[in-house]
């Protein structure tokens, strides 16, 4: 390890430090490539939003959502924020909002890992947890419950809608992106593909805007990937989802298209199932040492099928959207890093 980041990821010595000591915003994760892995004649490169404050992508949005509301109006002193989450946004929205003095309500899934569960206790962050309804296969009944209660309740209340804020897709967009385009000045200045995976919409849109803006990179394509038991690629393809079909996904897909999620920016979306996804994420820590979630494994087990397929050299960029530590509690996530290790005994994995 060099710095905290795997020796299989290389990494140019001029990258910047990471985080502002004010947390207005996160920035300057470092931007890697994931070497060691089988890309064929490609190169993927992963930008290590897992170094953010909290450990997720959410990092770059939390602040954004929370100043915007703040400069509307919306947001007042002694008010309580209840957001609908998988768990990273409202860690990350409790750790900047006890330092403000808001009160953060999080709606998360029942079946949110416990290292998310202790996070929000030690935030001091209340959860709520939220079974999946059958009967509504096709809404976030966290988010409608949200609204709802924001609704009831506004001065009391507000719900900051990660799915239609334009401060999502604005963090992204403004930071993320450009940051992004600045860092590949290292790498040869260009991308190919982009892989991201769709929840609230956020980080694929403000991401593709900011990499295609003023013929940075026009032809860059996008790949939209989606979770087994998501709604959001048959909503691409122009088909509406089976209800039988849907399950809650690994803080990735949708059942719903979010405002926030223009899908004319697509150009291809890929579907992977969680146990794809979570083996992919044994490779990437035998072969790097960087565990990243699952949400990461996703991304990156399309992005390597895709370069496989390549006959000339290309460059696909993927976010290592969080911590991996964070769902070790997960026999199945467990389980798959351990074979990585076994089948890649460490010795190989520092090419000794």
């Known amino acids: 390890m060099e710095d905290g980041i795997g020796v299989g990821a290389r990494i140019r010595p001029s990258a910047r430090a990471f985080a502002q000591p004010d947390r207005s915003r996160?920035?300057?994760?470092?931007?890697?490539?994931?070497?060691?892995?089988?890309?064929?004649?490609?190169?993927?490169?992963?930008?290590?939003?897992?170094?953010?404050p909290t450990g997720s992508v959410k990092d770059r949005v939390a602040p954004e959502l929370i100043a915007d509301a703040e400069?509307?109006?919306?947001?007042?002193?002694?008010?309580?924020?209840?957001?609908?989450?998988?768990?990273?946004?409202?860690?990350?929205?409790?750790?900047?909002?006890?330092?403000?003095?808001?009160?953060?309500?999080?709606?998360?899934?029942?079946?949110?890992?416990?290292?998310?569960?202790?996070?929000?206790?030690?935030?001091?962050?209340?959860?709520?947890?939220?079974?999946?309804?059958?009967?509504?296969?096709?809404?976030?009944?966290?988010?409608?419950?949200?609204?709802?209660?924001?609704?009831?309740?506004?001065?009391?209340?507000?719900?900051?809608?990660?799915?239609?804020?334009p401060a999502n897709v604005n963090a992204h967009r403004k930071y993320t992106g450009v940051e992004i385009w600045e860092q590949l000045a290292e790498f040869g200045g260009t991308i190919d593909r982009l892989f991201v995976g769709a929840g609230t919409g956020g980080a694929l849109c403000g991401l593709g805007q900011a990499l295609r803006h003023k013929n940075r990179n026009p032809d860059m394509g996008i790949t939209m990937v989606?979770?087994?038991?998501?709604?959001?690629?048959?909503?691409?393809?122009?088909?509406?989802?089976?209800?039988?079909?849907?399950?809650?996904?690994?803080?990735?897909?949708?059942?719903?298209?979010?405002?926030?999620?223009?899908?004319?920016?697509?150009?291809?979306?890929?579907?992977?199932?969680?146990?794809?996804?979570?083996?992919?994420?044994?490779?990437?820590?035998?072969?790097?040492?960087?565990?990243?979630?699952?949400?990461?494994?996703?991304t990156l087990r399309a992005a390597l099928d895709w370069c496989r397929r390549q006959t000339t050299p290309k460059t696909a960029l993927i976010l290592v959207c969080d911590r991996g530590e964070n769902y070790l509690s997960d026999p199945s996530f467990a389980d798959a890093i351990d074979r990585a290790h076994a089948d890649r005994p460490h010795a190989a994995a520092i090419g000794a």
């Open 26 to 52: 996160s920035r300057w994760t470092p931007l890697v490539e994931l070497s060691g892995l089988d890309a064929g004649v490609c190169r993927v490169l992963g930008k290590l939003e897992l170094m953010n």
């Open 71 to 165: 400069r509307e109006g919306r947001l007042r002193p002694g008010m309580t924020i209840v957001e609908a989450s998988s768990g990273n946004a409202t860690i990350a929205l409790g750790s900047i909002c006890r330092g403000k003095g808001y009160k953060v309500i999080a709606y998360v899934p029942a079946s949110m890992s416990e290292e998310k569960k202790r996070l929000h206790r030690a935030l001091g962050v209340e959860m709520r947890f939220f079974e999946a309804d059958p009967s509504r296969p096709f809404t976030n009944i966290r988010r409608d419950a949200a609204i709802e209660l924001a609704r009831r309740e506004p001065e009391r209340y507000i719900t900051l809608d990660q799915f239609s804020a």
């Open 226 to 298: 989606d979770p087994e038991g998501s709604a959001l690629v048959s909503y691409f393809h122009g088909e509406q989802p089976r209800a039988e079909q849907m399950k809650a996904p690994d803080g990735l897909g949708e059942r719903f298209v979010p405002k926030n999620l223009d899908l004319t920016m697509v150009d291809d979306a890929v579907v992977v199932s969680r146990q794809d996804a979570v083996d992919c994420c044994g490779e990437l820590v035998a072969a790097t040492g960087i565990l990243g979630g699952p949400c990461t494994g996703y």
